[in-house]
């Protein structure tokens, strides 16, 4: 008769180390509340008496910028409301009752917009082709007007820094424009203030506190399910980057808010047609004769 294996459970953890990983998340929450905190204040996004819409996906970055915003509200010396809004695009499968229960045991305001959106993508778009596009059209549209309805004054989306260096790329390989995401900007529709508290947190500390707080989750089966996106690449040359020169990725992004438009070629942000010397010292003069501070740099 053979033996039999009885399994043995894995040792519990020590008590040091579970002291440490709560210390840990204890770090990481502080951080991240210190950085949007930040980025609401350096763009003024949230204003006294302010009726905020937290667009909820289920993805984890928005579920972040919910937390994120109530920790705010408890703290802010500023008085806003919150409202949470998802639009349920009838994909196949979806739970419907996942975000509806989520959001009533932490007792925040909500409401779910059902629009089948999702019928819409599938017919219109071959298959194999990119979604993005059209679907956030739709997306973008109903989510306006339900802004309206609601009497919301700002809507707020879960895109973080890595989602702005991203566009910030794609505009530049391939839309041959200098571009990215603003913290806060107008709506094309020009009735709605779009804000970005996340704008400065980075996208892995973002996963780590989805995982923390052990959000529930919910993929998309839209964009979330298609390959080799054209965002994909760009997301994986960035991390190459910072995985084989730590400190690039943040070097980039302050780049964007250091911009001196008399040293780019745009002719709508400086005046060449009437530039003259006037005999004055210029800090953002021309340096000609300088060495090229790309020269310089260590040999990849």
Known sequence: MSAVEIPVAPPAPSRR??????????????????LTAQAITDYAMIEPGDRVMVCLSG???????????RILQARAPVAFDLVAVNLDQKQPGFPAHVLPDY??????????????TYSIVQRLIPEGKTMCSLCSRLRRGVLYRVATELGATKIALGHHRDDILGTFFLNLFYGGRIKAMPPKLVSDDGRHVVIRPLAYVPEDDLARYAQDRQFPIIPCNLCGSQENLQRKQVKNMVAEWERRFPGRTENVFRALARVTPSHLMDRTLFDFMTLQADGRSNPDGDIAFDDDPGACAPAE
Request: aromatic share 4%.
């Open 17 to 34: 180390r579970v002291e440490r990983d709560a210390r840990e998340r204890r770090k990481l929450e502080k951080r991240l509340v210190r």
């Open 103 to 116: 959001l009533r045991g932490l007792d925040v305001p909500f409401h779910i917009e059902t629009q089948d």
């Open 59 to 69: 993805g984890k970055d928005s579920y972040g910028l919910l937390e994120m915003l």
